[in-house]
């Protein structure tokens, strides 16, 4: 059973960055892809970036536009969202999920944190 957490979170200003990680328990996590999705109110989750065990398979959601990028570390079972350039639009609950699968879609990962909030306002 792998358990994973997102954390790094926050509020930040328009044009700002924010780094935020989920880590995850257990020696097998970096066997695992890891997405992230985000989702604000009344809305579906939607899918933000992807990444697969080896870092071979990275893919990004349509609105990212180069200011978004993903990354793991698996010497320490965690994966990064880096994000430059906020704007308010970014604003959602955050959450990662760890799967046998990279895929674009919420169903293939059986992992899932708890969420973290991001909040961009002036």
């Known amino acids: 059973q792998v358990q994973v957490v997102e954390s790094g979170g926050g509020v930040v200003q328009p044009g700002g960055s924010l780094r935020l990680s989920c880590t995850g328990s257990g020696p097998s996590f970096g066997d695992y892809a890891v997405g992230w999705f985000r989702q604000t109110q009344g809305k579906e989750r939607e899918f933000v970036a992807l990444?697969?065990?080896?870092?071979?398979?990275?893919e990004y959601g349509w609105f990212v536009k180069g200011r978004f990028t993903i990354s793991r570390d698996n010497t320490k079972n965690t994966v990064y969202l880096q994000m430059n350039s906020l704007e308010p639009e970014d604003t959602a609950v955050y959450y990662c999920?760890?799967?046998?699968?990279?895929?674009?879609?919420?169903?293939?990962?059986?992992?899932w944190g708890p969420g973290t909030q991001v909040n961009v306002t002036s």
């Open positions: 990444i697969s065990y080896n870092d071979v398979t990275i």
């Open positions: 999920g760890a799967g046998t699968f990279p895929r674009q879609v919420e169903k293939v990962y059986d992992y």
